[in-house]
């Protein structure tokens, strides 16, 4: 009772939320909010101190690249939820569930599907075969240089597609939750996570990403129970006061009762998310193979000691991003019930405060008040961090162990001088992550991870499936495949409408469908089986020859190497 | 021994063969089910919407939603459902082989 009452005196010296009428636009800068700003200098005070902590431990490239490979599976499986869920998911589903009711929730499954698939084909094979890149596993019995040219390309691709939709996802939330500029905003970030990776590396990383994900879930379940609470617990009644709400606002804008009631009643179901089979299909397709080929999740799987410990890795992960996923659907058809009906959220129009994506901001507040909401924005903000960590820690593996060591220096990098350069890289590409997230303010984020997830599909995981499971695939036939499914889904995306129509301005889409995945995805695997079919080269010979040893260390861990490697 | 060497031997052994055979058709029985599963929800919304529009009962809950969460918990099921086995059995085989091997 008397902590309420403090919180409540707090509460009175905190800055009122905008009240502002007729905001427009996706990102209205919103005024400073000291409770947010507090929250997130807390957090930032433990995870620096967490950073500081794992310098002292991070002396080799094994503790830099895979935490020295002590990682247990529940915290990988945890590391990994905290990879995943991003701010996108967790603002970006709640609040499509928000606007479209029933849509959100099929667009969520489409980001747990592929998990399964990633333990019953990969996942303990990646663990036995690797060390500290997925390059390691899908170049193994293949030549060097090539493959793992292709690997840092296709990676840097992927992470650069994803960064940039993390960055400008960051600046915008930050200038919406804190009132900060976008510019700073992004600076603020980009800085941070050097600071962790460079110092810190995997050990830092993994430990960043494991608060955030407590944090995230924690405070999701205590959303989603406030908000049964308000329904009594009844998921019907939860259902029909949103029903209620949606017809409501629909009889305002001057439908007639019958139209409204069936407007009211379409969050119910399938919307206009899924548009014509193939669309679908190819959309599906990209998010559960993407998952499997997104090269930040997969270097996870080094950094627990063994196959075991990587099955118990994508298990944990699993149940916990599907339980995120079970609690955005209430948190989205909570926002509508306790958001979309009280006007102190609303301006003039009847718009969102500060934008779409505010929903599950302000139900935060619904809920729980002005420290809940500060609690909340502070884990969307660490959310971020926690996933740009992964994905720059992910490309400076890339330059340093795949590009640097193996085909620069031909494998004879000393691991004093492969850590110099990963962490050079990694301030290079920090800076990098912030000149894009300035430079592409203006993007759509939606499109440019569904773009990475497209591209992982098509890229990295034909080639990694074939090099694992087909004894026939040859180096040629991963090198040419795995570029041409990446090159057809690239080129695709700019035919596809939200280039070719939204950004250039033509009449009409040359490639009608959203993903490119069903056909880039049949591009790689075919140019992969019928190069490798062809492929009578010496080198053809020594990749076949090496397949039941790699078979055999895949299938057993005999001769997997441990990543601790003091 | 060099590491093709124990690598032929293990190749050889009965339980090896024992063990990619049951885990190969074990993980792609679970991908094909988890296939079937996703884009059979996938191509029900694309060809017939209404369906998961129709509410279960005569309540406002609509089929898609205990589909949909049903989904998700067949996802987290199917993937517990393959640890499981492979803790109870493929670890135990591939820790022989591993005994055998060494030997």
């Known amino acids: ?566 | 021994m060099t590491t093709s060497e124990l690598a032929a031997r293990v190749q050889a052994s009965a339980k090896y063969q024992e063990l990619t055979r049951k885990r190969t058709r074990f993980g792609w029985t679970l991908t094909v089910a988890m296939l079937i599963a996703y884009f059979g929800y996938v191509s029900l919304i694309a060809f017939d919407k209404a369906l998961l529009a129709k509410p279960v009962g005569d309540g406002i809950i609509s089929w898609g939603v205990p589909i949909g969460f049903g989904l998700i918990v067949f996802t987290v099921t199917i993937t517990g459902l393959y640890v499981w086995r492979a803790n109870a059995e493929f670890d135990a085989l591939t820790k022989a082989i591993v005994d055998e091997a060494a030997q």
């Open chain 1, 1 to 566: 009772m008397r902590a309420r009452n403090l919180l409540a005196a707090a509460a009175l010296f905190l800055p009122l939320p905008a009240l502002a009428a007729a905001i427009e636009g996706q990102t209205q800068r919103q005024p400073t909010n000291w409770t947010a700003i507090a929250m997130f200098a807390g957090f930032v005070a433990l995870t620096l101190a967490i950073t500081r902590w794992a310098a002292k431990r991070t002396h080799t490239v094994a503790d830099f690249y895979a935490a020295g490979g002590g990682v247990t599976g529940f915290q990988n499986g945890l590391a990994i939820a905290g990879d995943y869920m991003s701010a996108a998911s967790f603002l970006g589903i709640s609040a499509q569930i928000f606007t479209d009711g029933y849509d959100g929730l099929i667009y969520s499954i489409g980001f747990l599907v592929g998990w399964p698939i990633l333990m019953f084909l990969m996942a303990e094979k990646l663990r036995n075969l690797g060390r500290f890149t997925f390059a390691d596993v899908a170049s193994f019995r293949f030549a060097q240089p090539a493959v793992r040219s292709f690997a840092a390309f296709s990676t840097l691709t992927v992470v650069a597609f994803y960064l940039i939709a993390q960055m400008v996802g960051a600046g915008q939330l930050i200038k919406l939750l804190f009132g900060l500029p976008y510019g700073s905003a992004v600076a603020i970030v980009g800085v941070l996570m050097i600071f962790y990776v460079l110092f810190g590396g995997m050990k830092a990383t993994t430990w960043v990403q494991i608060t955030k994900a407590v944090l995230l879930l924690g405070g999701a379940s205590f959303m989603s129970v406030m908000v049964m609470a308000k329904v009594g617990f009844s998921p019907e009644s939860l259902f029909m006061r949103a029903v209620q709400v949606k017809t409501d606002l629909a009889t305002a804008t001057g439908l007639d009762p019958v139209a409204a009631a069936a407007k009211g009643r379409s969050i119910m179901g399938p919307g206009n998310f899924i548009k014509d089979p193939i669309s679908a299909i190819s959309f599906g397709m990209a998010l559960m193979f993407g998952t499997a080929g997104l090269p930040h999740i997969l270097m996870r799987f080094f950094t627990v000691p063994n196959a075991r410990e990587a099955r118990k890795s994508v298990l944990w992960a699993t149940v916990w991003i599907g339980y995120f996923y079970l609690l955005t659907f209430i948190i989205g058809f909570g926002a509508i019930v306790l958001v979309a009906s009280d006007p102190q959220y609303l301006d003039a129009a009847g718009a969102l405060l500060g934008g779409g994506n505010m929903a599950a901001i302000h139900l935060a507040k619904a809920v729980g008040g002005d420290v809940f909401l500060g609690f909340i924005s502070a884990v969307a903000f660490a959310t971020i961090l926690a996933v740009v960590s992964g994905l720059t820690l992910s490309g400076a593996s890339a330059i340093s162990h795949d590009l640097y060591a193996t085909v620069f220096c031909k494998s004879a990098a000393d691991s004093g001088a492969e850590l110099r350069v990963s962490r050079i890289t990694t301030v290079v590409l920090g800076v990098f992550a912030i000149l894009l997230g300035v430079v592409f303010e203006k993007q759509n984020i939606a499109f440019m991870v569904s773009l990475a997830f497209a591209l992982a599909a098509s890229g990295n995981f034909p080639v990694l499936l074939l090099s694992l499971l087909w004894k026939g695939c040859t180096t040629r036939g991963a090198v040419v495949g795995g570029f041409a499914g990446l090159l057809t889904a690239l080129v695709l995306m700019i035919l596809s409408p939200s280039i070719w129509v939204t950004v250039l301005h033509h009449e009409k889409a040359i490639f009608p469908y959203t993903s490119p995945a069903i056909f880039s995805m049949a591009v790689a695997f075919l140019t992969i089986w019928l190069v490798s079919l062809l492929d009578n080269s010496p080198r053809a010979l020594i990749d076949r020859a090496g397949f039941d040893e790699q078979r055999v260390r895949s299938e057993t861990g005999i001769g997997a190497s441990v990543a601790a490697g003091h």
